[in-house]
């Protein structure tokens, strides 16, 4: 089992890319095989989570040729999708489980998703519901509405599904559902969600529409071939952005970053907290907006994270927690019980990490009570096999006197290859630059 150590910085001043952003990676790689044609899709994230889904689509008959890690030629099956017989692995990807139980609910042939011992204890039922109201059957193999799901043979029809939670990935489940059902099909949801589906699903010339927080799409419709470039995923340059707002004197510049507004609420949290940082969109009407963000270190205060905001910042709840430690008074975040149901309970996690580094903090049954801004020690925690746990803490080492250590870190090749090196190359550039460990 890996782990990762870490000292204090003491400047940073980088220029940098990031890999690209997982949730376009699954969903280009869903579309472009179901496509009719051949698709070249760039910037494609590498990770375990999105070779899942990509291992997926060869199964159901996608021909897959990859030139490099990031850049594939998909040829789409136009939507007739063949037979996979062995229990399709989605590893430790509630993406890949929940989309591809969509595509799968209305196939003429059956089908089993399972996972990994995190993922088969996540939550179904909130996909198995809306499935089962469009006539499909699926259902959890062990009764208790987690995964290993099975799926039989149905036609689906439409449906108007009102989603009790803001959560994408039932959006997004729903509306490839929809592609495979008579009728149109129609999701709401509670608060705004990441809209990369919508926006992917246009983009490969399907008939979507959105209305406020309804989404509709017209049944048994096919994905023309259109190719993509995936830009750097926000939720990974998040890490680096917390680490350079919260370090006085830090120069920090992310480019080719993808600039959603569904994703970038970290940017709202960062500047309610004193963060000096900026945005420039190089392409503001692209299919998804990406560009450069710009950092300055400065001293932080604590904030509220509250309400609807926390859809849009769900995957930075952890690193915004390492921010609250780091700021001067108190961090409060509320409405994110959501958080429980992740890749662990990451309520709980970030709690008993935090403790372990001597900062003050009450869990809530919604959220967290942060008192920041004491002198903090290294200290060893573990990831609990949680990608996000394991990179946020490995940056609150970054403030800490002595070495930190985060053990179980293999989970970060999930979201993020190559962050450990990133992080090695923050320290190796101060040490060039004449500072000492
Ligand atoms: C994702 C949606 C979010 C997020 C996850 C990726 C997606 O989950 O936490 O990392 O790609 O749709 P929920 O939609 O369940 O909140």
Not at 137 to 162: C, F, M, T, W, Y
Not at 190 to 198: A, G, I
Not at 408 to 420: L, M, V
Request: hydrophobic share 40%; with cysteine.
């Amino acid at each position: 089992m890996s782990e990762i150590r870490v000292r204090r910085i003491k400047r940073i001043a980088a220029r940098m890319r990031v890999p690209g952003d997982k949730s376009m990676s699954h969903r280009a790689v869903m579309l472009a095989g179901l496509a009719k044609g051949t698709c070249r899709i760039t910037g494609f994230l590498p990770s375990d989570d999105c070779v899942r889904t990509l291992r997926a689509m060869q199964a159901l008959g996608a021909e897959v040729e990859s030139t490099d890690g990031d850049r594939l030629e998909i040829t789409g099956i136009g939507g007739d999708c063949r037979q996979v017989l062995e229990t399709i692995d989605c590893g430790n990807s509630g993406t890949s489980m929940r989309l591809l139980a969509g595509i799968l609910a209305g196939q003429p042939f059956s089908s089993r998703l399972s996972g990994d011992a995190s993922l088969t204890s996540r939550p179904m039922a909130r996909i198995i519901k809306p499935l089962t109201e469009m006539g499909a059957l699926i259902k959890s193999e062990n009764g208790n509405d987690r995964a290993p799901l099975l799926i039989q043979a149905s036609r689906l029809h439409s449906v108007h599904h009102h989603s009790p939670v803001a959560s994408a990935q039932v959006k997004s489940c729903v509306l490839l559902a929809g592609m495979f059902a008579e009728g149109g099909t129609a999701v709401t949801e509670p608060q705004q969600s990441r809209d990369h589906t919508e926006r992917m699903m246009r983009h490969f010339m399907l008939p979507v529409r959105t209305d406020g927080l309804t989404t509709h799409i017209q049944g048994l419709s096919t994905p023309a071939a259109r190719d993509f470039n995936v830009p750097g995923d926000f939720s990974s340059a998040a890490f680096w952005i917390a680490a350079a707002a919260a370090l006085p004197g830090a120069r920090l510049i992310v480019e080719n970053l993808g600039l959603n507004p569904t994703r970038t609420g970290l940017m709202t949290v960062l500047l309610r907290m004193g963060a000096q940082m900026r945005e420039n969109l190089d392409s503001a009407d692209a299919i998804e907006p990406f560009g450069t963000i710009e950092v300055r270190g400065a001293p932080l205060h604590g904030t509220t994270v509250e309400g609807p905001l926390i859809a849009n910042v769900i995957d930075e709840i952890p690193i915004i927690a390492v921010l609250g430690a780091l700021a001067d008074g108190t961090t409060v975040i509320k409405d994110a019980g959501e958080l429980r149901f992740k890749e662990t309970d990451r309520l709980a996690a970030i709690a008993t990490n935090l403790a372990a580094f001597g900062v003050p903090v009450n869990e809530t049954q919604d959220g967290l009570l942060i008192q920041g801004g004491s002198p903090l020690h290294g200290a060893t925690v573990d990831s609990l096999g949680d990608h996000r746990i394991a990179m946020a803490f490995a940056i609150l080492g970054l403030f800490c006197s002595g070495e930190t250590r985060i053990l179980n870190t293999d989970c970060i090749r999930t979201s993020y290859p190559g962050f450990e090196e990133q992080l090695a190359h923050l320290h190796h550039r101060r040490r060039k630059r004449g500072g000492s460990a």
